[in-house]
């Protein structure tokens, strides 16, 4: 195997301590923020090459957010690296009872190309933070920033517990019939499977984040320009190329008219009258998507946008009216600048859709009734949820990111990703005399001690009383 030498060098590094010292892993998180500071013209640069990336997405998903990550985590780690102390039996009251936040050993880190930098870093500072040695795999999608982290990433992390592996699909499949004690991957639904495969024949365990079709439900019941704005937003953002964007709207027909010129007002107020010369809107990162995304136009009637430009790989913000759920635009993760609308007839309608469905890896509501937005929570299920806006409950180091279902399973983000990293460890240190404690559980056995063992080790529930 091309990478078992690779691979079996880091686990070396790893069972020699180095990376568990908590000064080791400060430094090379500070590292990382060198990284961030120096080379963010470069970063800027390469998103921008591979996907018209505008400098202000950029540099808001992939540098800022990811500076908010490391630097909660520097200033939060000696805290959570502590052991943590819980509670104990009778028999066990001299004792000492710990968890203690154990690294895994030699991770992998498989990013996708859509937040090359962001979906990346993030991981791997929680990774970093735990005390693991990483293998980190940048997408060949995106292929200017592939080669940024390929050629500079390693001038500025230990090279001896920190490496990065280019590879397309071939030479990815041979990195993961390597055994590693963990595996973090962002991607598709199918590629996960391939992923969660090869990590069960070595019993390791995983973290996917997966994608999804993200429901948007707009009750009759909003402020139409507020919902407007902040849809096209999350919408568009990236144009389109965002997992946690929201796939589609349902709503009323009575709402989808009133959204209509709210949305084309939006669009024009954030792209003008002609978005393709608007520096603020993106481009479709390669020939395949483009041409996948394309095709799904066909679905409802485009109400809103609908140009292209296969040179440029250029497609419009695009709003569809009147789609029906067995159109192409609803059969897929559409990953693009396209928004559909399928029209139901009230919340309750809504609600059925989107539990007829694979679970999502957001569920968008919004409504000037709050009940409305709580109903919507309490009656799905999905990764998260954001209620009356997009996209920001990722902002939050706070909340975990998730996925549930067919869009994921495991969580990270701020201490969420610090503990995805860590085996939490069940840890018992007995106090070598006071042999009598001990001679309940010891054959011969007798009623008497059944019942001194039972007062001992029984935890009862609270708020119950006996009767003697």
């Keep these: 195997n091309p990478y078992a030498g690779l691979v079996n060098h880091l686990r070396a590094a790893w069972l020699s301590g180095r990376t568990r ?272 995304i394309r095709a799904l136009l066909c679905s409802g009637r485009v109400a809103i946008g609908g140009q292209t430009d296969e040179k440029e790989r250029y497609i419009a913000p695009t709003v569809l009216a009147d789609v029906l759920p067995s159109d192409p635009a609803m059969q897929e993760e559409i990953f693009g600048p396209i928004l559909p609308i399928v029209v139901v007839a009230n919340m309750d309608e809504a609600i059925d859709f989107i539990n007829a469905q694979p679970r999502p890896l957001v569920v968008y509501a919004f409504s000037c009734d709050g009940k409305v937005v709580n109903q919507v929570l309490e009656r799905t299920s999905s990764g998260g949820f954001c209620g009356n806006d997009t996209l920001m409950h990722v902002t939050l180091t706070s909340l975990p990111f998730s996925g549930n279902g067919d869009s994921g399973l495991g969580m990270y983000h701020g201490k969420f990703t610090f503990d995805t990293f860590t085996h939490h460890r069940g840890c018992l240190h007995r106090n070598m005399g006071l042999e009598t404690l001990n001679t309940l559980r010891y054959p011969p056995y007798s009623q008497q001690k059944m019942g001194l063992l039972t007062a001992t080790f029984e935890i009862k529930r609270r708020g119950m009383c006996t009767l003697l």
């Design 21 to 292: 010292p908590m000064e080791y892993r400060v430094a090379q998180l500070e590292a990382l923020g060198r990284f961030l500071d120096e080379k963010k013209e470069d970063i800027l640069e390469a998103t921008a090459a591979d996907m018209g990336k505008p400098s202000f997405e950029a540099y808001f998903t992939e540098i800022l957010l990811c500076k908010n990550e490391l630097n909660n985590t520097l200033n939060n780690l000696s805290h959570w690296m502590k052991d943590e102390h819980v509670d104990k039996n009778l028999v066990t009251r001299l004792d000492s009872a710990f968890i203690r936040k154990d690294p895994y050993g030699v991770v992998l880190i498989i990013a996708p190309w859509n937040y090359p930098i962001h979906l990346l870093l993030v991981p791997l500072i929680g990774a970093i933070a735990a005390g693991n040695c990483v293998v980190i795999k940048p997408s060949e999608t995106s292929k200017n920033s592939e080669r940024l982290m390929a050629e500079v990433l390693s001038c500025y992390l230990d090279n001896d517990c920190f490496a990065v592996v280019t590879a397309g699909v071939q030479e990815t499949t041979r990195l993961l019939e390597n055994k590693f004690d963990y595996i973090f991957f962002t991607g598709t639904s199918s590629v996960g499977r391939i992923v969660m495969a090869a990590a069960a024949k070595h019993l390791t365990p995983v973290t996917l984040e997966l994608g999804g079709k993200n429901p948007c439900y707009v009750s009759d019941n909003c402020d139409v320009q507020n919902v407007a704005r902040r849809v096209a937003w999350g919408r568009f953002f990236n144009a389109g190329q965002t997992c946690i964007a929201p796939d589609y709207v349902l709503c009323s027909l009575e709402m989808q008219e009133k959204l209509m010129p709210a949305l084309r007002e939006a669009i024009t107020e954030f792209f003008g009258s002609n978005p393709k010369e608007s520096p603020d809107f993106g481009r479709i990162v390669g020939d395949k998507q483009f041409r996948r």
